[in-house]
Structure formats: C-alpha cells, structure tokens
C-alpha cells in the first residue's frame, strides 16, 4: 500500500511536471491537495522541502517548478577565492572526478551546500559547471581572526 507521503511526492512532481511556470507554494498545495488527496499542510511541505533538498524539483524566488533536463544535483567540496569544485552526486563515489566551477557561477554556495548545476564549455582539462540554485545549506561553522590596521580592518 502506497503511504500518504508517497502519494503527495508523486503528485507534487506530476502537477510540477505538467505546468509551463513556476507556482507558489499555495497555488502548488491547493492543486496537490484536490478533493481526494487528504493531506495536511506540515506534511507537503516536509515532502517538497525533501524534493528541493534532492534536486528534483526547484525552487526560484518566482516560484516552484520543474528542474531543467540538463541540470545535475551535486554538492560543493572545495571553494577558493576565485573558484570552487562541485562533485556529481549521481556518480558512485569512486568515479567521481571533481568539476571546476568559476567564482562568478558559484552563486554564493559554500563546502557541504547541496546544489543544482549545469554544465558549461570548458577551458582547461577538468569539466566545468555552473551552479544555478543552492539546494540545501551546509550547516558549517566558520573561524577566523579579525586584524585592525588603524581604522581597517585586514
């Protein structure tokens, strides 16, 4: 027996799957939910943060929608000052090569942080891609030391 949870992801990516926008949150629940579908609202959005969280379904600040056919969830492993690398998280491990991101695609995304990304033409050995939505944030904490130089500080 399908479970409820189930029930509402499957429908969720069907509705999303089948609109040519983006939808709200509210136009998405009052859509999945019809009049045979008896789910409660904490409930869907547990099952859509899931669905954003795994890449399957994005979220814009326009809206809900479908992911692009030639996106690829993966998660950022390193970050430099210029640049960053992203890992292929439908690869199995051990073929997971890292894929060189340019600091203006990186979209603000930090190690750990799940993310949707697209390829693009490379220009060296490593492949290249662009980060197109942060996913999920890594809960990291960072350290540092702050140094005052007069009245800058470096």
């Known amino acids: 027996m399908i479970n409820i949870k189930d029930r509402t992801r499957a429908r969720i990516l069907n509705i999303i799957k089948a609109e040519k926008r983006a939808l709200t949150e509210k136009e998405l629940f009052r859509k999945c939910k019809g009049k045979s579908n008896p789910i409660r609202q904490n409930d869907f959005r547990a099952v859509l ?14 809206g809900i929608r479908a992911v692009p056919a030639d996106t690829f969830a993966a998660t950022v492993t390193r970050l430099n000052k210029t640049f960053g690398f992203v890992r292929d998280n439908s690869l199995p491990r051990e073929d997971q090569t890292e894929i060189f991101v340019p600091g203006k695609f990186m979209m ?27 996913t999920a944030e890594n809960d990291a904490v960072f350290t540092g030391k702050v140094v005052i130089d007069g009245a800058v500080y470096v």
């Not at 943060?49 to 326009?62: A, C, F, H, I, S």
């Not at 697209?118 to 980060?131: K, M, V």
């Open 49 to 62: 943060t899931e669905l954003v969280r795994n890449g399957e379904v994005m979220q814009t600040k326009n």
């Open 108 to 134: 603000g995304a930090l190690p750990g942080d799940a993310v949707l990304c697209r390829y693009i033409e490379s220009r060296g050995e490593l492949p290249e891609a662009q980060i197109i939505a942060v």
